[in-house]
């Protein structure tokens, strides 16, 4: 099986409204391949088509070498999903939870107790089986809910937003478990709005409005996208001034980025006359996954004004 998952035009419409417009991408087993994108992008459109939760409107899908539109219960029957809520029960204990969702996967009895003890293992949750899962902190019942979505051993796992709202160490080790898994031959489909995690998938795709607007390796993607010298240039008033500083010619982009200004020139001969208008201090830097993202962003936009004027 060359791709774990493969798309052709997959699009779902929900009246006039498009969430998810011809989708093209590949997947490699094994892959950790992140949907990035701001919220109403079409994430979890995207991930409920794939899990066969949603019906496209058009398009198809392979999902494991299986028929998205005609296989749909065998795909089912092969994946793991955790939603942005946890599906956990609150008022079960742990092991409670645990057992529950081997029961509705149908684990055999004879490796049901090395398969509870494992999952219990992997969330760190020794000691505390019988802790009710409301009690937990949001990183223990994230990682609780991972060890319920992929208990029947899934070959494709799919995490939307699975780390929204815990802290950034939790976020950390949670990441960590994902690469064990697809050190394991698991394909992991997450989706994110963090940009530092998006750096830790192997493959990445940016989604906005429906469409896809570009997919490749983070590498990639940040040696590729801007076309020009990126620049952080330190100034006073730092804010007030991106307006100025669009206007000129040799400026193909000006965001803010904390403090600083990241700004594309044409090529670097311009920053002595950058530096020189805005009293500033400019420096030559690497692309981040987020400079890549705010320029991806912009010329979307700009695109769809071209497209109804």
Known sequence: MEYAISTQNLTKRFGNFTAVRNINIQVKPGEIY??????????????????????????????LGMDLSQETEAIKNRIGYMSQKYSLYEDLTVMENLEFYSGVYGIPLKTKKEKLRQMVKMADLCGRENDLTYGLSSGFRQRLALGCAI??????????????????TSRRMFFEIIHSLAEEGITVIVTTHFMDEAERCNKIMFISGGNLIAADTPANLKNNVLEGTLVQLSLDHAMEQISRIEQLPYIKECNIHGAFLHVILKNESYIDKLEKITRGHAKIITPSLEDVFLALSKQKKAGDSFEQN
């Open 151 to 168: 208990i029947s051993n899934p070959s494709i796992i799919f995490l939307d937003e699975p780390t929204s709202g815990v802290s950034p």
């Open 34 to 63: 992140g949907f990035l994108g701001p919220n109403g992008a079409g994430k979890t459109t995207l991930i409920k088509m794939l899990c066969g939760l949603l019906e496209p409107t058009s398009g198809n899908a392979q999902v």
